[in-house]
Structure formats: structure tokens, C-alpha cells
DNA sequence: TAAGGTTACGGCGATCGTAACGATC
DNA sequence: GATCGTTACGATCGCCGTAACCTTA
């Protein structure tokens, strides 16, 4: 056993079992993967992966059991040469975040601004996916944190951590009836609704708040993307629900936003990452860096 | 990085940081030890060993970040070979006890009669040891589950499970005083007092059923063996406080056994084996069979 | 000077790459 | 017949062992 059939199937994990893919992930050729594969099956004495003729199609029982330990062996690999780079130069490294659209364009930017100052030796990659995908590019450990309001909490391999709340707001252009007057559940029901897509931005509590009444919402176009929202609003197609941070009053003078806090319940965007992995210090400090701008939201 | 610089790792932690006595260890020769932890600090770029001249005299403040990791990744290499072995059949294999004589001697033999019955094809190796060389036995893996009374608890690596409960006994020849009447503290502490070491056995409750009085016993014999202590009563030297299913009514016939439960709290033996170790199923029957002989034990 | 660690060098074995072959869609 | 996996074989690179050398108790 070594550390490079370890290695192999984790990529082999990452990739539908496929030899070829494998070994172009790992920068050699196919034969030595599939020697490679043989020569730990034969150590072990006992088959990991179901075979299809020759094709390799799943895991064996065998095989579901070494998965876990193999996820271990990689975590802590991994984590070694990040204590050690760590170690060494805590002030260069490199960070991956995983966040949505709205995340990134509209709480990031001052957070990282910060962050870069302090820290301009670190490379920051910021990835955007849908929250479902953030959880995932954590555990193939593609993200090193992710930013995001669903989705989190059930996975025990995840810490967890409050970062900030927030309202939806409606945004309709100037002149539009929704620019004035009380807004209640019904009167927003009557508009047609630019919102986002299912699992994305507080959409669930958005429907959390109609659940319970009689009324549906007529949402005609539902986007993981505010400005997407934004621009077909200012077409006139409906009135849109965003998240309250993301109407810019600079940018966004052409609409108008009110505040639903009455009517949807407040959303929690939270800061996620994997349990056992090891993150250097800048990225504990990038972390605080979110929390800090998360307080400075709250007192706007 | 590879797996046997991992385990070099370990097994330098293991012998003071001596790399002659690790080359032994691995069966390889001195000179490729110390190459390959040369490689592995060039690697990564920074030493993890404290260093006296040429002679390593500990871990550096990177060293000791790293060795947690170490630890888990030999762990998880072990768990893989342990669980495809017990894929391949779970009847075969090792089974290492680590306990004290008393558990060893009047406890375990039951149990272990039966689980050879079911199991011929494991391998049963016992060691004795003090409870806290056992918890040691643990960590170093020379031992896969511990039985013990004292010192275990306060390890969060460990997972302790009840076993059985347990109460002390006064044993005297017949004829001597103690074997009629009522015993009090006060009359107990009147003899001289034979019973086990520091830190064996329950000896922990004995300090305290003494502890709130003025009285103070007069041990002039302490062991870590019931036998030896019997012995000594049988010369007459004083009176033997033991585990009470340490007498054995067929063979210690030329003794009284009076039972101390009223004036000793009870003790409470416990299995103990390490968290993230993975049993073999065999050795998950084992436990069961300790406990359905515990069961049988507090029924008489 | 013995014991422990490092450095130099030669040899062997593990593992890779090329290439031909086999199977499966 | 295109894709994917296996087998065979030669070449290379890594790692070990021998041995000479260095350092410290």
C-alpha cells in the first residue's frame, strides 16, 4: 500500500470509476493505473470495485468500508502540506471560496478588499455554484470555504458558522404601485414575481412565508442571479424579490426598494467548511474578516 | 510523501527519536532512515525535529501539528488492512487484551472459553499490565481493547463502554477475628491491612471509603496481584482487601471472605478500545461475550 | 572509542511508458 | 471501429545496503 494508490482512488471516486480518466487526472498512463489498481486489490486479497466484463461500475462492500478511511488518509495528507506551507509562510498560500452570485457581488467585495490589504501574498479563487455544489466542491476539497444561506447544517462532516442576517426586499422600478403604501403577503401576490431559483438566496423562506396562506406566488422567471432579477425588472416584466444587501442604492437609483422583513423571515448566510480539515491561519483571518463585515452590515 | 515515511514517523515517536533503533524496528538499515527523513523535511521545507548536534532530542512546534496527522493516517492504513481481512474472513485473526491480573485471572477466563469455542481461528494474545500502561497499549495499538477498573475516562481518543460492577472483600484465614462479627471501618482498619498497588483494581475506592474519617489503614502490603496478596494472608501477615470475585470459594477454602460492600463503594470495570480503530467483527463478539459474562456475574 | 548520525556510491527492484492485445458498446 | 481495460517488455528512477566518514558522550 502507498500513498498513490490512496491517491487513485480518490480520483477514481471523482471521475465514475473510469481507469482513463484517472490516470489522465494523475498525469500517467493508463496501464499504470490499472496496475496500480490490480496491485492493491491483490494486497488487500479481495476485489474493492464491481466489474462490468472489464469496466469498473461501482464499489464493493469492501470497497464502500475503505472509501471512508481512504477520505481520511487523504484529508490528513493533504493536511500536512498545509501545516507545513503554513508553517513556513503564513502570509502566502492560496484560497479557494465557494459562494453564490449574490454572495460574491454584493458582500465579498469589502470583506476580500480587506482581506487582499493584509494579505497579498495569498491567491484568492473564488468559485460560484449553486449551494447544493458548494457543499460538494468542500468535501472534493475544490473549496476551502463556502459562503452561502441554504442548504448547510445537516452534514456532520461540516463546521457551521453563523455569519449574518438579512431581509428580502422587493424591487420594482420608479412609479410602479408598489412603490408606495403598505405592502402585505396579498398585495405582493397580485404582481407577478422575479425571484430566485428554488434552493438559492432565501428562496425557501420566501416560500415558508406563503405556506401557510391560501395564496400562491405567480413567480414567472426565478434566477440564481439578482442582477438577472434586477434587469428583467427594469423591463417591466414583474416585481422582484432579492435579497435586501443586494439593491445598491448608487447603482440601482432607477428602482425602488422596501423592506418585506414583516412578511418573509429573515435569512441566515452562514460560513461552512470541512471538519477535519486544516485551513492556515490567513483563512481563519479571512474568516473574521466576514464576520466583521457581517457587523457592519447589521448596524446599517 | 509516502507511507513509510509516515510510519517512520511513528515509530521514531516511539523509540526517543532514535533513528538507529527505528532502522531496527523497520528492519532496514540506519543510513536509510536517515535519508528518508531527510527527504521528508526537504519535502516539506521546514525540520520537525528538534535537533542536538545530529542527534534528534524531540519535535519542533511543526513537528507536533504534523504528528496528529501522522497518527491518523497510520490509523486509517491499519484500519484498511484490518477491514479487508475481516472481509475475507472474519473468523481468522488477532485478538490483543490488555488487562490486569485480577481481571485476567477471575474475570476473563469465562468469557474467553466460550468466544474460542465460536471462534478457533483467532489468535488470542493477553497482556498484563498497570491501567495506565494499558490506556498506553491502546494508543500504540499493542493492544486493540483494554479491561480495567482504574485510569480510564478522562481520554477523548477512547471509547469506554461499562462492564461490570464489583465490590471489594476482606479476606482472613479462618479463624482470625474478622471472620465473625460485623465489620466496621473502624475494626477494619484495626488489622494490618494487605491489598493492591496505587492505582490497581478499585484500590482508588478503598482511599475513598477512608478518606472522610480519621482512620488511617495500615497497608503494609500492597500489590498489583490478588494471589501474591492472598499469599501473604495465608502467612498470616495481616487481612487482604480484594476483589470480591477474586475469592474463589473452591480453591480459597482455607479462607474467609467477607463482603465489603456496605463500607467500599463498588467498582466499576469498563472495556475501553480506541475510537477511531476499527474492531474486527470477531473482537465486536468478544465484548459481547463480557458482557453476558457480566451479567452472569452480578445475577449470583 | 563506542554509539549514533551523515554522506557517497553501487545495485536492485518498483513503477512507469510504449505497444500490442482483448473486450465491450 | 472506437473506447476502455489488460498484458508484456524494456527503461528509468527511487530506495536500499555497504562502507567510509563525522560528531559527541
Not at 17 to 32: D, G, P, Y
Request: charge should be neutral; proline fraction near 4%.
Amino acid at each position: 500500500m502507498n500513498l498513490s494508490q490512496i491517491e487513485l482512488l480518490r480520483v477514481l471516486q471523482e471521475n465514475e470509476f473510469s481507469l482513463s480518466r484517472a490516470a489522465e487526472k494523475m498525469h500517467i498512463v493508463q496501464s499504470a493505473v490499472s496496475r496500480q489498481l490490480q496491485l492493491f486489490e491483490a494486497e488487500l486479497g479481495s476485489p474493492i470495485y464491481q466489474r462490468q466484463g472489464k469496466k469498473l461500475i461501482g464499489l464493493t462492500a469492501l470497497g464502500q468500508r475503505i472509501m471512508a478511511e481512504v477520505a481520511i488518509i487523504n484529508m490528513a495528507k493533504n493536511n500536512i502540506q498545509t501545516i507545513a506551507a503554513d508553517f513556513i509562510d503564513s502570509n502566502q498560500g492560496v484560497l479557494h471560496i465557494a459562494t453564490t452570485h449574490t454572495q460574491a457581488k454584493y458582500f465579498l467585495p469589502k470583506p476580500i478588499l480587506r482581506f487582499r490589504e493584509k494579505y497579498p501574498g495569498v491567491r484568492i479563487y473564488m468559485v460560484e455554484a449553486s449551494p447544493e455544489q458548494l457543499i460538494n466542491k468542500l468535501h472534493t476539497r475544490k473549496a476551502d470555504i463556502a459562503i452561502c444561506t441554504e442548504k448547510v447544517g445537516e452534514d456532520s462532516d461540516l463546521i457551521v458558522n453563523p455569519c449574518y442576517e438579512w431581509h428580502h426586499a422587493v424591487v420594482v422600478p420608479k412609479n410602479h404601485p408598489l412603490s408606495t403604501g403598505d405592502i402585505s403577503l396579498k398585495r405582493l401576490a397580485s404582481f407577478p414575481i422575479l425571484t430566485y431559483s428554488f434552493g438559492f438566496t432565501g428562496r425557501s423562506n420566501i416560500e415558508t412565508a406563503f405556506k401557510n396562506t391560501a395564496m400562491e406566488l405567480d413567480i414567472i422567471l426565478a434566477a440564481a442571479d439578482t442582477d438577472v432579477i434586477k434587469t428583467y425588472v427594469r423591463l417591466g416584466m414583474g416585481v422582484g424579490i432579492i435579497a435586501g444587501m443586494a439593491y445598491d442604492p448608487a447603482v440601482d437609483q432607477d428602482l425602488v426598494a422596501r423592506d418585506l422583513s414583516h412578511l418573509i423571515p429573515c435569512s441566515k448566510t452562514k460560513i461552512a467548511y470541512l471538519k477535519n480539515n486544516y485551513l492556515p491561519l490567513y483563512t481563519q483571518h479571512f474568516m473574521d474578516e466576514l464576520l466583521i463585515a457581517a457587523k457592519e452590515l447589521n448596524f446599517h
